[in-house]
C-alpha cells in the first residue's frame, strides 16, 4: 500500500476531499469508483485525468470499478454544461460503452489478483427499478431544497435555457450509484473532477440518510490551458483515445505542441513517472528549451500506454518525414487514409494523372495546374534558389519535367516550399 492521496497531491492533481478520507484509505485496501458517461463511442484526453486517477488509486493497493452510465447516459449530466444534452437510444448508449470497455481496457489491470480493476453498468440496477420506487424509497432521503442548493443546479436556474425535470433529477441517480456500489460492492470512496463535487457528496448524503452509512468522495482539479483555450480541444476538435477518430500521429502532436507551462504541469498529471524522474526531466529542459525534452517524454509516454510502441513509431516516423528527413520508404507504407490523416490542415490540390503522364514542367504544375505559387514568375525564383522540394528532393530547375513516375503510391506528390510548407498533390 502506499499513500494515494499523497501522489495526487504531489502531482498538482488533487482540488477537494471530505474529512477522513486520507485516513480511511491508508488503513488498508479500499473499493472506489469513478464514472463515466457514454456520451461517444470513444473516450477523449478530457478523460484522461480520472483515468489516471483510476490507475493511481489501483497502483496503490486499492480496488478501483470503473462505472459506465448505461443508465444514465440516457439522461446526461447538467453539471458544467449551459445547455440540455441531446438524449441517446438505447443502441446508441450500448454502441459508446463497447467502446469505452475497449479502451479502459488498456489502461487498468481487470486481471490484478485481489485488487483487479472492475467495470460496471448503472444500467444493471436501473432497468428493472420503477419510478414509484425510486422515488419513494430513495427521493424521500434528499429535499428539493438541498438539490437546488448545488452549484451546478443554481447556474442553470439563473441562466436562459433553465434546467428540465430530467436533468434536475441527475444528481438524486448519480447518489444511487454511489449508494448502490456502497451497499453492494463495499465502495467507499467516489471520485471525480471538481464539477462533480455536488453530485458525489449528494451520494455520501443518501448514504447517511438512508443507512446510517460512511462515505468518502476525493475530487481532483479540472485541466485547464495556460493560454485560456480548452483542455483536450483542437481546430479540428476533440483528440480522442480513438485511433479511427484521432491518429496516433495527431495525437501524439498535441502533446509534443504544448506550451512549456502546460506541459511541466501535464507531465505529472498524464504520466507514470516518478518525482526525481520527472526533476531530471525538467533540469534537462530547462538547460536546452529547444530540444523540447519535456513535450518529447510527456508525448512519448502517453502515446504508448493510449496506443502501441508501434503507434508511437509510426507518429515519430511521420513527424521526422514531414520536419526532419525522413524517407520515401516510410511514405510507401501508408494507406491513403493514412496520407490523408497526415496532411490534413495542409494544403491540398487536385491535379490531372492524364495530363502528368504526357509530362509538366515543374514550374507550370506548381503555378498553373496547382496553387502552390501565385504565378510561374515566383516559382521559378523561388526553384532557382533552391527552395522547393518534390518528394523530398530538391528541384534544380523550373524546366525540370515531371510524369506519373514521380507520383507517390501512384498517387501522390508531396510539395515543399521552404522549411515548413507543405502541399499534397493528388492524381485523379
Given at each position: 500500500?502506499?499513500?494515494?492521496?499523497?501522489?495526487?497531491?504531489?502531482?498538482?492533481?488533487?482540488?477537494?476531499?471530505?474529512?477522513?478520507?486520507?485516513?480511511?484509505?491508508?488503513?488498508?485496501?479500499?473499493?472506489?469508483?469513478?464514472?463515466?458517461?457514454?456520451?461517444?463511442?470513444?473516450?477523449?484526453?478530457?478523460?484522461?485525468?480520472?483515468?489516471?486517477?483510476?490507475?493511481?488509486?489501483?497502483?496503490?493497493?486499492?480496488?478501483?470499478?470503473?462505472?459506465?452510465?448505461?443508465?444514465?447516459?440516457?439522461?446526461?449530466?447538467?453539471?458544467?454544461?449551459?445547455?440540455?444534452?441531446?438524449?441517446?437510444?438505447?443502441?446508441?448508449?450500448?454502441?459508446?460503452?463497447?467502446?469505452?470497455?475497449?479502451?479502459?481496457?488498456?489502461?487498468?489491470?481487470?486481471?490484478?489478483?485481489?485488487?483487479?480493476?472492475?467495470?460496471?453498468?448503472?444500467?444493471?440496477?436501473?432497468?428493472?427499478?420503477?419510478?414509484?420506487?425510486?422515488?419513494?424509497?430513495?427521493?424521500?432521503?434528499?429535499?428539493?431544497?438541498?438539490?437546488?442548493?448545488?452549484?451546478?443546479?443554481?447556474?442553470?436556474?439563473?441562466?436562459?435555457?433553465?434546467?428540465?425535470?430530467?436533468?434536475?433529477?441527475?444528481?438524486?441517480?448519480?447518489?444511487y450509484d454511489f449508494y448502490y456500489l456502497w451497499k453492494h460492492h463495499n465502495c467507499l470512496v467516489q471520485m471525480g473532477g471538481s464539477d462533480q463535487w455536488g453530485n458525489i457528496v449528494t451520494g455520501t448524503e443518501l448514504i447517511r440518510r438512508k443507512d446510517a452509512g460512511t462515505?468518502?468522495?476525493?475530487?481532483?482539479?479540472?485541466?485547464?490551458?495556460?493560454?485560456?483555450?480548452?483542455?483536450?480541444?483542437?481546430?479540428?476538435?476533440?483528440?480522442?483515445?480513438?485511433?479511427?477518430?484521432?491518429?496516433?500521429?495527431?495525437?501524439?502532436?498535441?502533446?509534443?505542441?504544448?506550451?512549456?507551462?502546460?506541459?511541466?504541469?501535464?507531465?505529472?498529471?498524464?504520466?507514470?513517472?516518478?518525482?526525481?524522474?520527472?526533476?531530471?526531466?525538467?533540469?534537462?529542459?530547462?538547460?536546452?528549451?529547444?530540444?523540447?525534452?519535456?513535450?518529447?517524454?510527456?508525448?512519448?509516454?502517453?502515446?504508448?500506454?493510449?496506443?502501441?510502441?508501434?503507434?508511437?513509431?509510426?507518429?515519430?516516423?511521420?513527424?521526422?518525414?514531414?520536419?526532419?528527413?525522413?524517407?520515401?520508404?516510410?511514405?510507401?507504407?501508408?494507406?491513403?487514409?493514412?496520407?490523408?490523416?497526415?496532411?490534413?490542415?495542409?494544403?491540398?490540390?487536385?491535379?490531372?494523372?492524364?495530363?502528368?503522364?504526357?509530362?509538366?514542367?515543374?514550374?507550370?504544375?506548381?503555378?498553373?495546374?496547382?496553387?502552390?505559387?501565385?504565378?510561374?514568375?515566383?516559382?521559378?525564383?523561388?526553384?532557382?534558389?533552391?527552395?522547393?522540394?518534390?518528394?523530398?528532393?530538391?528541384?534544380?530547375?523550373?524546366?525540370?519535367?515531371?510524369?506519373?513516375?514521380?507520383?507517390?503510391?501512384?498517387?501522390?506528390?508531396?510539395?515543399?516550399?521552404?522549411?515548413?510548407?507543405?502541399?499534397?498533390?493528388?492524381?485523379?
Amino acid at each position: 500500500m502506499t499513500n494515494f492521496v499523497e501522489e495526487l497531491r504531489w502531482r498538482g492533481m488533487l482540488q477537494d476531499m471530505m474529512p477522513g478520507t486520507e485516513e480511511k484509505l491508508n488503513e488498508g485496501m479500499t473499493a472506489g469508483y469513478i464514472g463515466f458517461d457514454p456520451t461517444a463511442d470513444s473516450l477523449h484526453v478530457g478523460h484522461l485525468t480520472q483515468i489516471m486517477t483510476l490507475i493511481h488509486f489501483q497502483r496503490a493497493g486499492h480496488k478501483p470499478y470503473a462505472l459506465v452510465g448505461g443508465a444514465t447516459g440516457m439522461v446526461g449530466d447538467p453539471s458544467g454544461k449551459s445547455a440540455e444534452r441531446n438524449l441517446q437510444t438505447e443502441d446508441m448508449v450500448e454502441h459508446n460503452l463497447a467502446g469505452m470497455k475497449r479502451q479502459l481496457s488498456r489502461f487498468l489491470k481487470f486481471e490484478a489478483a485481489g485488487n483487479g480493476a472492475v467495470m460496471i453498468n448503472n444500467a444493471d440496477w436501473f432497468k428493472d427499478m420503477g419510478l414509484f420506487d425510486f422515488i419513494r424509497d430513495i427521493g424521500k432521503h434528499i429535499t428539493v431544497n438541498y438539490m437546488m442548493a448545488k452549484d451546478s443546479v443554481k447556474r442553470r436556474l439563473e441562466g436562459d435555457s433553465g434546467l428540465s425535470f430530467t436533468e434536475f433529477c441527475y444528481q438524486l441517480i448519480q447518489g444511487y450509484d454511489f449508494y448502490y456500489l456502497w451497499k453492494h460492492h463495499n465502495c467507499l470512496v467516489q471520485m471525480g473532477g471538481s464539477d462533480q463535487w455536488g453530485n458525489i457528496v449528494t451520494g455520501t448524503e443518501l448514504i447517511r440518510r438512508k443507512d446510517a452509512g460512511t462515505a468518502y468522495a476525493i475530487t481532483t482539479h479540472l485541466i485547464k490551458k495556460a493560454d485560456g483555450t480548452k483542455f483536450g480541444k483542437t481546430e479540428s476538435g476533440a483528440v480522442w483515445l480513438d485511433a479511427e477518430k484521432t491518429s496516433p500521429y495527431k495525437f501524439y502532436q498535441f502533446w509534443l505542441n504544448a506550451s512549456d507551462d502546460d506541459t511541466k504541469k501535464w507531465i505529472r498529471i498524464f504520466t507514470l513517472k516518478t518525482k526525481e524522474e520527472i526533476e531530471t526531466l525538467e533540469n534537462e529542459h530547462n538547460a536546452a528549451p529547444h530540444l523540447r525534452i519535456l513535450q518529447k517524454a510527456l508525448a512519448e509516454d502517453i502515446t504508448i500506454r493510449t496506443h502501441s510502441e508501434e503507434a508511437l513509431e509510426t507518429a515519430l516516423k511521420t513527424s521526422d518525414f514531414l520536419f526532419g528527413n525522413g524517407s520515401l520508404e516510410f511514405f510507401k507504407t501508408l494507406s491513403v487514409a493514412q496520407v490523408f490523416e497526415i496532411f490534413e490542415g495542409i494544403p491540398q490540390f487536385a491535379i490531372s494523372k492524364d495530363e502528368l503522364e504526357q509530362g509538366i514542367d515543374a514550374a507550370t504544375l506548381l503555378a498553373e495546374k496547382s496553387s502552390v505559387f501565385a504565378s510561374k514568375g515566383e516559382a521559378k525564383k523561388l526553384i532557382q534558389g533552391g527552395g522547393v522540394s518534390i518528394n523530398k528532393e530538391k528541384l534544380k530547375d523550373p524546366t525540370d519535367q515531371l510524369s506519373a513516375t514521380d507520383l507517390l503510391n501512384g498517387q501522390f506528390i508531396v510539395v515543399q516550399k521552404g522549411k515548413k510548407n507543405y502541399y499534397l498533390l493528388t492524381a485523379n
